[in-house]
T-cell receptor, first 117, second 113 residues
Framework: GAVVSQHPSRVICKSGTSVKIECRSL??????MFWYRQFPKQSLMLMAT?????????EQGVEKDKFLINHASLTLSTLTVTSAHPEDSSFYIC?????????????FGPGTRLLVL | AQSVTQLDSQVPVFEEAPVELRCNYS??????LFWYVQYPNQGLQLLLK??????LVESINGFEAEFNKSQTSFHLRKPSVHISDTAEYFC???????????FGTGTRLTVIP
């Protein structure tokens, strides 16, 4: 099956620093990648959708200058949390979809747990 | 606007007993429906999905879900659960012409030996 990896799996950083999270589709090309945020005991909330070679589309309420998304290739998307603060601590999950068709399965990465001190 | 409701946040059930995890959605247009499972410390995995055709869809590990348009539901069922089914289950919906998934809040299934 299709595999999506995320790196790092866990990161602890000081407040004010920036953190980059990578999402890779290992055995398929991902036309579209998605970034989600999951708070404890809550569901996944979509943050943004990125298509290779174009700017990401952010959901309402998500600061595009704070959460920088780059989808540089068909197998890699990165999320950079700039000037992180404790309230940014969360579980960040990416997913990748081979095609743009909405019925196509999204394949999820294992997630990255971010703790900002 | 779309939304997904999973009324049960936690469902404890004894091993080999049947289980139903409820999912209701709201949408004014045609939708695709998904169930994802998240095992402890792992990412989400697709369990099954409804796109069109038969309203009853099955997974390889014994789960099934039935799309009921009139009741806007997509409940997940299994006739006999195993310890290994203990996980968080998420129902999700997307419009047929849209791009992103909307998730429910999840149901934690705990199978008791």
């Amino acid at each position: 099956g299709a595999v999506v990896s995320q790196h790092p799996s866990r990161v602890i950083c000081k407040s004010g620093t920036s953190v980059k999270i990578e999402c890779r589709s290992l055995d398929f090309q991902a036309t579209t990648m998605f970034w989600y945020r999951q708070f404890p005991k809550q569901s996944l909330m979509l943050m943004a959708t990125s298509n290779e070679g174009s700017k990401a589309t952010y959901e309402q309420g998500v600061e595009k200058d704070k959460f920088l998304i780059n989808h540089a290739s068909l197998t890699l998307s990165t999320l950079t949390v700039t000037s992180a603060h404790p309230e940014d601590s969360s579980f960040y999950i990416c997913s990748a979809r081979p095609y743009k068709w909405a019925g196509e399965t999204q394949y999820f990465g294992p997630g990255t747990r971010l703790l900002v001190l | 606007a779309q939304s997904v409701t999973q009324l049960d946040s936690q469902v404890p059930v004894f091993e080999e007993a049947p289980v139903e995890l409820r999912c209701n959605y709201s949408s004014s247009v045609s939708v695709y429906l998904f169930w994802y499972v998240q095992y402890p410390n792992q990412g989400l995995q697709l369990l099954l999905k409804y796109l069109s055709g038969s309203t009853l869809v099955e997974s390889i590990n014994g789960f099934e879900a039935e799309f009921n348009k009139s009741q806007t539901s997509f409940h997940l069922r299994k006739p006999s659960v195993h310890i290994s089914d203990t996980a968080e289950y998420f129902c999700a919906v997307t419009q047929t012409g849209a791009n992103n998934l909307f998730f429910g809040t999840g149901t934690r299934l705990t199978v008791i030996p």
